[in-house]
């Protein structure tokens, strides 16, 4: 997805597409999903407000017209870790591209395969799209040469360490 997000950035400069926001939310690094809108928001608009003023803002923000308005596309990853027992999180994250001036794309990611189906309710799984790509899990050399190229230049832990937690991961989840 960063790739993708780096080539549309280029064709942004080069004058192919119009600019646009990308904000990045992640369901593991939040303290529970409501913070989600006091994530995005922060990101789209520099504000802080509480989780209950945010997500109103958002509603308005996605709401109105602006001719001036930049699309945004938002990658929201570990999604499933944004359910709630009403579903009003991941309800709004979904609806609000159905707006008519909303100029807003949702890319979700989730390592649920079957989450609209299994946990989401049918007013959530209703405004979804229709296009759902299966990625293979990580192997064990491609986690290790990700973890090594992030701690390039440390030496923190050993190659055989890093070499075994690789393997551990993707024989668990692969993520």
């Not at 409501?34 to 995005?40: A, R």
């Not at 308005?60 to 999180?89: H, I, M, N, P």
């Not at 159905?98 to 989730?110: D, F, G, K, N, P």
């Not at 299994?118 to 229709?130: A, D, K, Q, T, V």
């Amino acid at each position: 997805v960063h790739e993708v997000t780096r080539s549309l950035r280029e064709a942004v400069e080069s004058g192919e597409l119009p600019d646009f926001n990308f904000v990045e939310i992640n369901g593991m690094r939040l303290t529970e999903p409501h913070q989600v809108y006091v994530s995005i928001l922060k990101q789209l608009t520099g504000e802080r407000a509480t989780a209950n003023h945010a997500a109103s803002l958002l509603e308005g923000y996605f709401s109105r017209s602006a001719r001036s308005k930049t699309a945004t596309v938002l990658l929201a990853d570990e999604l499933d870790l944004l359910w709630t027992r009403k579903q009003s999180v991941l309800y709004n994250l979904f609806d609000w591209p159905t707006r008519q001036h909303a100029r807003l794309i949702v890319l979700a990611v989730a390592n649920t395969m079957d989450l609209p189906e299994r946990i989401m309710m049918n007013r959530i799984s209703s405004r979804l799209g229709l296009t759902r790509l299966t990625f293979q899990p990580y192997t064990f050399q491609q986690l290790q040469e990700i973890v090594a190229s992030r701690m390039a230049g440390l030496r923190v832990f050993e190659p055989d360490a890093i070499q075994l937690a690789a393997r551990k991961v993707a024989a668990v989840s692969g993520d």
